[in-house]
């Protein structure tokens, strides 16, 4: 069983950042981890995805957050980040972590490659 909480979720206007995290229970170096988001109304997306055992530089991000984004990762915390800059409104939505603790195709945005998730953060950009 692998536990995931999520902070870091938060109120800003546009054009601000946020830096979330999302703490892990444990993650070897064959896990994925993911970013995916849930606005009112729509389906789950994914935003960002790392294998952790590339140390940051295996990732993929959706196209809607790609240049903005970044996820990364520490291994002595056993904890991903995803820093949000240059925040617009449609960037409003719960964000959920999600892993894989041994991954068998990674970075992936799909859903369903995923088998831990957690509760999720809060993220508000007001215009």
């Known amino acids: 069983q692998v536990q995931l909480v999520e902070s870091g979720g938060g109120s800003v206007q546009a054009g601000g950042s946020l830096r979330l995290s999302c703490a892990a229970s444990?993650?070897?170096?064959?896990?994925?981890m993911g970013w995916f988001r849930q606005a009112p109304g729509k389906e789950r997306e994914g935003v960002a995805s790392?294998?952790?055992?590339?140390?940051?530089?295996?990732?993929s991000y959706a196209n809607s957050v790609r240049g903005r984004f970044t996820i990364s990762q520490d291994n002595a915390k056993t904890t991903v980040y995803l820093q949000m800059n240059s925040l617009n409104p449609e960037d409003t939505a719960m964000y959920y972590c999600?892993?894989?603790?041994?991954?068998?195709?990674?970075?992936?945005?799909?859903?369903?490659?995923?088998?831990?998730w957690g509760q999720g953060t809060q993220v508000t950009v007001s215009s």
């Open positions: 999600a892993a894989q603790l041994l991954s068998r195709r990674c970075p992936t945005l799909a859903q369903e490659n995923y088998n831990y």
């Open positions: 444990r993650y070897t170096t064959s896990s994925c």
């Open positions: 790392i294998y952790i055992a590339s140390g940051g530089g295996v990732t």
